[in-house]
């Protein structure tokens, strides 16, 4: 099965850049989607189809996938984008959606 | 707006079933394909299952094939979710999704519940 491997957590300190990786066999080949989840919420989509950024999400928010990783970028950190990130894509070969396993991002 | 609400969780023991709901409003619930998604405790999402738009199709994640089934009534606007069998590892909130775009089943989320907690234990 497809597995998606996400760092357990990255750390920034505020106004900075946070990177978030995604990665495996070949997935730029596919679509991926990154959600933001804040304790006790729901997800909520902050990117889709690689870059694709949903109305009411800042430009602050970006992303970019190649060869064998995708990327969530944040810049400009603030304290409210603490929380966890996940990567998902839809496995086409097995018809599965396959979530990363989560990145808590922490802002210092 | 959209909304999703599931119900049906509850303390549950092992091999034991329960019947999980999620009543959709706000928008046209016949033309959209639906997913249930999980979290344990502290841990990561899980995808679950998902159902067509027409409930002709579904699809499960291979930890839950066998013992759970997906469906939906269109007349009553509800998703439901049949969980048999249960074990402590299927202990998790059980969130429904609506992912983007009328009919299609693969895509990102655009909508979500606020989820429903199941606990499996003795």
């Known amino acids: 099965s497809y597995v998606l491997t996400q760092p357990p957590s990255v750390s920034v300190a505020p106004g900075k850049t946070a990177r978030i990786s995604c990665g495996a066999n070949n997935i730029g080949s596919k679509s991926v989607h990154w959600y933001q989840q804040k304790p006790g919420q729901a997800p909520v989509v902050v990117m889709y189809y690689d870059s694709d950024r949903p109305s009411g999400i800042p430009e602050r928010f970006s992303g970019s996938n190649s060869g064998n990783m995708a990327t969530l970028t944040i810049s400009r950190v603030e304290a409210g984008d603490e929380a966890d990130y996940y990567c998902q894509l839809w496995d086409s070969s097995s018809d599965r959606v396959v979530f990363g396993g989560g990145t808590k991002l922490t802002v210092l | 707006q959209v909304q999703l609400v599931e119900s049906g969780g509850g303390v549950v023991q092992p091999g034991r079933s329960l019947r999980l709901s999620c009543a959709a409003s706000?928008?046209?619930?016949?033309?959209?394909?639906i997913h249930w998604v999980r979290q344990a405790p502290g841990k990561g999402l899980e995808w679950v299952a998902v159902i067509s738009y027409d409930g002709r199709n579904q699809y499960y994640s291979d930890s839950v094939k066998g013992r759970f089934t997906i469906s939906r009534d269109n007349s009553n606007n509800t998703l439901y979710l049949q969980m048999n069998s249960l074990r402590g590892e299927d202990t998790a909130v059980y969130h429904c999704?609506?992912?983007?775009?009328?009919?299609?089943?693969?895509?990102?989320?655009?909508?979500w519940g606020q989820g429903t907690l199941v606990t499996v234990s003795s």
């Open positions: 999704a609506r992912p983007h775009g009328t009919t299609t089943i693969w895509n990102w989320f655009d909508s």
């Open positions: 706000g928008f046209t619930f016949s033309n959209y394909a």
